[in-house]
């Protein structure tokens, strides 16, 4: 199993910027992909970026093309989102993913998840 805990959430005022982090943990080596996915309440948990642990490719959903970046410090095992000119619509719980083949921005292809940080965007 792979075990993942995000950090970095909190409060910020419109157009600032907060950076959040996953550390994993055991099974690492059976990822392929992370990926960061974010959730209000009563909607679909929404894909936002991804990147590969071997060639560090990614890939971002229009919403955030931009404005956030996606990035892993393999030596750490720990993959990081830098969110700048943040909007109240970003504002959601920020879940971060591990794949282990593919990771693209379907949900139903990562295997293991973390418990989520709040991020909230005030007007």
């Not at 993913?97 to 998840?113: C, F, I, M, N």
Request: charged letters at 15%; aromatic letters at 14%.
């Amino acid at each position: 199993q792979v075990q993942l805990v995000e950090s970095g959430g909190g409060l910020v005022q419109a157009g600032g910027s907060l950076r959040l982090s996953c550390a994993a943990s055991g099974r690492t080596f059976s990822s392929y992909a992370m990926g960061w996915f974010r959730q209000v309440p009563g909607k679909e948990r929404e894909f936002v970026a991804r990147i590969t642990w071997t060639t560090g490719s990614t890939y971002y959903a229009d919403s955030v093309k931009g404005r956030f970046t996606i990035s892993r410090d393999n030596a750490k095992n720990t993959v990081f989102l830098q969110m700048n000119s943040l909007k109240p619509e970003d504002t959601a719980v920020y879940y971060c993913a591990s794949a282990s083949l593919y990771g693209s921005s379907r949900t139903h292809e990562y295997d293991y998840w973390g418990q989520g940080t709040q991020v909230t965007v005030s007007s």
